[in-house]
């Protein structure tokens, strides 16, 4: 079942710095440019890894960003107790093409012994039936159903106060290390909207780029 998409950083990156820092106010895409001024939602980004929950109607399956990631035997067991036939059948009933996507985070993940240093878990941030993809208040129902945490909004803004705020930083709301940095943003207009090419609209900020 689908991959995740790419999220394209907000802006371009500089080639003069080995496209290690930003092109302030160069807007990546031109969809972000003309929409910068409107209500985007800010989610936190988690430093994890990509998992995919695929449910065709009968069975559960699990998988990384790419079909060929694999999925430390920990987390898997994570899954596979949050995610059981019976959880899902009950919640997603007769739909056949359900795909929730998050990640997995926590010990031995990355940086995640700040969120979670004697354990993993994984955390919601979407969902797609079919060919659509749910709203926010679609995706926190579903969470509450199956018991799984979802990434926590942090605000709501224009592009521009989105990456003022990311840039300032901010400690992570899921975090146990209270003192710990966010990663940055994901930011998504209120309305899910998609380019010519068919792509969603959707972008991200990192507290590192301004480090």
């Given at each position: 079942?689908?991959?995740?998409?790419?999220?394209?950083?907000?802006?371009?990156r500089n080639?003069?710095?080995?496209?290690?820092?930003?092109?302030?106010?160069?807007?990546?895409?031109?969809?972000?440019?003309?929409?910068?001024?409107?209500?985007?939602i800010w989610?936190?980004?988690?430093?994890?890894?990509?998992?995919?929950?695929?449910?065709?109607?009968?069975?559960?399956?699990?998988?990384?960003?790419?079909?060929?990631?694999?999925?430390?035997?920990?987390?898997?067991?994570?899954?596979?107790?949050?995610?059981?036939?019976?959880?899902?059948?009950?919640?997603?009933?007769?739909?056949?093409?359900?795909?929730?996507?998050?990640?997995?985070?926590?010990?031995?993940?990355?940086?995640?012994?700040?969120?979670?240093?004697?354990?993993?878990?994984?955390?919601?941030?979407?969902?797609?039936?079919?060919?659509?993809w749910l709203?926010?208040?679609?995706?926190?129902?579903?969470?509450?159903?199956?018991?799984?945490?979802?990434?926590?909004?942090?605000?709501?803004?224009?592009?521009?106060?989105?990456?003022?705020?990311?840039?300032?930083?901010?400690?992570?709301?899921?975090?146990?290390?209270?003192?710990?940095?966010?990663?940055?943003?994901?930011?998504?207009?209120?309305?899910?909207?998609?380019?010519?090419?068919?792509?969603?609209?959707?972008?991200?900020?990192?507290?590192?780029?301004?480090?």
């Amino acid at each position: 079942m689908n991959e995740y998409h790419k999220i394209q950083t907000v802006f371009l990156r500089n080639p003069d710095s080995n496209y290690k820092n930003l092109l302030l106010g160069k807007f990546a895409k031109p969809e972000f440019d003309l929409l910068k001024n409107i209500d985007w939602i800010w989610t936190e980004k988690i430093d994890g890894t990509n998992i995919r929950i695929m449910w065709d109607g009968e069975s559960v399956k699990f998988g990384g960003r790419t079909n060929n990631a694999q999925i430390r035997t920990s987390l898997l067991e994570v899954l596979q107790n949050k995610f059981t036939v019976d959880k899902m059948s009950v919640v997603f009933k007769e739909q056949t093409e359900v795909c929730l996507y998050g990640e997995g985070y926590g010990k031995g993940i990355h940086k995640g012994g700040n969120y979670l240093p004697d354990s993993v878990s994984f955390i919601l941030f979407d969902i797609k039936i079919g060919e659509w993809w749910l709203t926010r208040d679609s995706i926190e129902e579903i969470a509450e159903m199956l018991g799984v945490k979802i990434v926590p909004i942090i605000g709501i803004g224009s592009l521009d106060q989105a990456v003022e705020f990311a840039k300032k930083g901010f400690t992570s709301r899921i975090a146990e290390n209270k003192q710990f940095m966010a990663e940055g943003l994901i930011m998504k207009p209120q309305q899910e909207l998609f380019n010519r090419g068919g792509k969603r609209v959707i972008t991200k900020i990192k507290y590192q780029d301004f480090c």
